[in-house]
């Protein structure tokens, strides 16, 4: 607490502070549902070329403007690039042709969505009718899982649009690196660990 209260001086930054995470989830969650766009940093740094939960960019997947919101305000990228589906683990089968896969943990596969649900879930689905699917579970990423749990408990859909939290460079490493991609663009909230910034 102290380390990141320090970098918030030095930014001239204030924040909300969550001792319990049900609460900070729970919040979060309703910033979503209203579609807020979220830079979500919590715990180490992930190893890799996709975001997993620790350091994304987050979203609600059933507005149909969601892509372009995220393109226009934060990635200034191509129109036509995907973003991609975070999924409660036990509800991969339901939204997808999975061909008995189970997991992927790693968003290192491309899965056909199921026709019903493709007008669903409009931002995380490629033109082709395909997403690149992250699987979570309660064991491997707790708090990312709580939140996407708490998001389903509202919606009845158990996906979040994930993007990796980071502008035309590196993935963000450190909660600076969060706060800078944060000031430079318009998302609307940061979630550093416990501490919102508005």
Known sequence: ITE???IFKKNKITSNYFDQVNDLVD????EIVKSKVIGWFQGKMEFGARALGNRSILANPLNPDMKKIINRKIKFREKFRPFAPSI???????????NEIKKIPYMNLILNIKNKY???????????????????NIKENYRYFKLIESFYKKTGVPILLNTSLNVNEPIC???QDAINCFLKTDMDILILNNHVLK
Do not use: G, Y
């Not at 493709?118 to 979570?136: A, F, M």
């Open 88 to 98: 409660l683990e036990n509800h991969l089968q339901e939204f997808f042709i999975t």
């Open 4 to 6: 990141n209260s320090n």
């Open 173 to 175: 490493e450190s909660p």
């Open 118 to 136: 493709k007008k669903l879930i409009p931002s995380v689905v490629h033109h082709d009718n395909t997403c690149r699917v992250q699987t979570v």
């Open 27 to 30: 919040f979060t969650a309703n």
